[in-house]
T-cell receptor
Framework: EDQVTQSPEALRLQEGESSSLNCSYT??????LFWYRQDPGKGPEFLFT???AGEEKEKERLKATLTKKESFLHITAPKPEDSATYLC???????????FGKGTRLHILP | GAGVSQSPRYKVAKRGQDVALRCDPI?????LFWYQQALGQGPEFLTY????????KSGLPSDRFFAERPEGSVSTLKIQRTQQEDSAVYLC????????????FGSGTRLTVV
């Protein structure tokens, strides 16, 4: 069964304290792996797509990486406005359905 | 419009009541998806349309759930005889071509069944 597991469930960091969020996945035929950000009361907002092992993408303080079994979202010197839930998701080759993990709730303390 | 619009934003239903949730996708977007998000959980796939064709409804939890997109634009998710376990946020997303990076989500409808 295709599955996405994110860890930790929640993470509290001091402003400026770098860390990484983990997403491990099992899927038959990966088309792409996605990272989304979700703020309270809002829908998920697209951050990155990764397609193949070894690929990396960066945006401001965020960098996403991909291996054959997992993806990491690295957050460098985070600010309070980076506080949100970060969702990892995979899309399969055989259809357009996206399967989400449960997310990591990130809280950056000023 | 500029984004995906969902209405109502909040709905309180008495157990057993029927509800209809509306999604206005981005103009011209071919693909439309419905997801259910329980509190503290990730979105769970419900169903998917390409234009007016419902290509996958494998995520609909029971035959009380029904979705339609008759003209290939606006979509309605209907839940009959609501139960407490139906309480969740219902998210709609649209995409120009079904590729995950092109998904734009609406803000969702929060359904509370009392």
């Amino acid at each position: 069964e295709d599955q996405v597991t994110q860890s930790p469930e929640a993470l509290r960091l001091q402003e400026g304290e770098s860390s990484s969020l983990n997403c491990s996945y099992t899927v038959s035929g990966l088309r792409g792996l996605f990272w989304y950000r979700q703020d309270p009361g809002k829908g998920p907002e697209f951050l990155f797509t990764l397609y193949s092992a070894g690929e990396e993408k960066e945006k401001e303080r965020l960098k996403a990486t991909l291996t054959k079994k997992e993806s990491f979202l690295h957050i460098t010197a985070p600010k309070p406005e980076d506080s949100a839930t970060y969702l990892c998701a995979v899309q399969r080759n055989r259809d357009d359905k996206i399967i989400f993990g449960k997310g990591t709730r990130l809280h950056i303390l000023p | 419009g500029a984004g995906v619009s969902q209405s109502p934003r909040y709905k309180v239903a008495k157990r057993g009541q029927d509800v209809a949730l509306r999604c206005d996708p981005i103009s011209g977007h071919v693909s439309l998806f419905w997801y259910q998000q329980a509190l503290g959980q990730g979105p769970e796939f419900l169903t998917y349309f390409q234009n007016e064709a419902q290509l996958d409804k494998s995520g609909l939890p029971s035959d009380r759930f029904f979705a339609e997109r008759p003209e290939g634009s606006v979509s309605t998710l209907k839940i009959q005889r609501t139960q407490q376990e139906d309480s969740a946020v219902y998210l709609c997303a649209s995409s120009r071509d079904g590729r995950g990076y092109g998904y734009t989500f609406g803000s969702g409808t929060r359904l509370t069944v009392v």
